[in-house]
């Protein structure tokens, strides 16, 4: 799965308005979105 640059920006767009709002939260969805990709990028 490839994202595209819009729908990356509004991603960090709305994790940076979870951080200030609700840090685990945000850091809970970081994580999942990254492990997610690492195991959609493996051939």
Known sequence: MIFDVKFKKSV???IKKLEKSN????DKIIYFIFSHLASSQKP
Do not use: Q
């Open 23 to 26: 840090p685990k939260v945000a």
């Open 12 to 14: 960090e767009k709305e």
